[in-house]
């Protein structure tokens, strides 16, 4: 029977909601002043590549095919992350079409001396599986 994890996602077969918790993709960086700003924040580039990275490990470990980025979505830049503090990424897949899937990446900005944690960055990934040839191809096949 389909389920959802909560009443904003969408409903997924038993498989691929399996699929879906398996390939979630944690990553955590510190921030360190060499990858900061004039404002001693995070380069929005810097935050923007963490993300398609860490977007293409879930990706890649859901369909386990070669994947391309197609597209970012909206990319929501909630709160500054200073040099000094631990990013979290976390990727989720958020939905699978034929050829290609979304991922949907959140950054928790994390105070290293303190038990301070904040939601900063949302955004969304679609990637495209690809043959060999570099042609679309089926994403899930439901093995």
Known sequence: MPHSLDSTRPTFSD???????????????????????????????EALAW????AFIAATRFCR????????????????????TLAELIARVIHVGNT???VEVNIFVEDMYQDHREHAIRGVFTF???DEQRHPTQVWTGE
């Open 15 to 45: 498989a691929i909601e399996q699929r879906i918790n398996q390939s979630e993709a944690r990553v955590i960086k510190a921030v360190f002043p060499s990858i900061t700003n004039h404002h001693n924040t995070l380069f929005g580039g």
């Open 51 to 54: 993300m398609d990275e860490t």
């Open 65 to 84: 095919k070669t994947l391309v980025t197609v597209s970012s979505d909206r990319i929501d830049f909630k709160k500054p992350i200073p040099a000094g």
């Open 100 to 102: 290609s899937l979304k």
């Open 128 to 130: 495209v599986a690809v």
